[in-house]
């Protein structure tokens, strides 16, 4: 198994630009989510997935979208990116539910110029 | 408020020293209580988790925490500390009512040779 792969490990945007940032897992989980790490804040959810076809917002939704067509992939998307969106991002998935054992992806790192 | 609160940013400790790291909840926080590691350049992986039952959380790598319910605690304890036990501890919580975890801001544990 894989486990939780993202790409890319880095990417560099200008102001404005768009961008999906990919997540998949290997392992048939279920809850699958995105948070992004910042210095001194820890880790924030901005979306979470309890399954195929069923997204809804964490605690900083704004300006990103998700979807989730598929059991194994779970993409973000920025629609327009601004510097405050420069943050390393982390998808996680978990076999049901958010209290069983979340496996991290190794994150992809954003900086937005 | 801040529904889970870690009180240090930085913890220095002399290799082979016992450590511990602070973690409180809010009464917005169920009893699913859980600390995560960050080693560098990595995502977050799990090292103990409380859903129920006995207080005493034993978890991996000789990591243990106890569930403080009148203390709103969640201290995660180490009797000997190694080199490789640099990392970043996250605690984390779920608030009651949703899917979801919230992170606290971390603590940087140095060991100091």
């Known amino acids: 198994n894989a486990g939780v792969t993202q790409t890319p490990k880095f990417q560099v945007l200008k102001t404005g630009q768009s961008m999906t940032l990919q997540c998949a897992q290997d392992?048939?989980?279920?809850?699958m989510s995105w948070y992004r790490q910042d210095p001194g804040m820890g880790l924030r959810l901005i979306h979470y997935?309890?399954?195929?076809?069923?997204?809804d917002q964490g605690e900083v939704p704004n300006g990103y979208n998700v979807s989730r067509s598929t059991t194994e992939d779970f993409p973000l998307r920025l629609l327009s990116a601004a510097p405050s969106q420069t943050s390393v991002y982390f998808c996680?998935?978990?076999?049901?539910?958010?209290?069983?054992?979340?496996?991290f992806g190794p994150g992809t790192r954003l900086t937005v110029l | 408020a801040q529904s889970v609160t870690q009180l240090d940013s930085q913890v220095p400790v002399f290799e082979e020293a016992p450590v511990e790291l602070r973690c409180n909840y809010s009464?917005?926080?169920?009893?699913?209580l859980f600390w995560y590691v960050q080693y560098p350049n990595q995502g977050l992986q799990l090292l103990l988790k409380?859903?129920?039952?006995?207080?005493l959380v034993k978890g991996i790598n000789g990591f243990e925490a106890e569930f403080n319910k009148s203390q709103t605690s969640f201290h995660l304890r180490k009797p000997s500390v190694h080199i490789s036990d640099t990392a970043e501890y996250f605690c984390?919580?779920?608030?009651?009512?949703?899917?979801?975890?919230?992170f606290g801001t971390g603590t940087r544990l140095t060991i100091i040779p």
């Open positions: 996680a998935s978990s076999y049901q539910r958010h209290t069983d054992t979340q496996y």
């Open positions: 997935s309890v399954g195929a076809g069923i997204t």
């Open positions: 409380y859903l129920s039952g006995s207080t």
């Open positions: 392992m048939n989980h279920e809850y």
């Open positions: 984390a919580g779920e608030v009651f009512g949703n899917e979801k975890l919230t």
């Open positions: 009464s917005s926080v169920s009893v699913y």
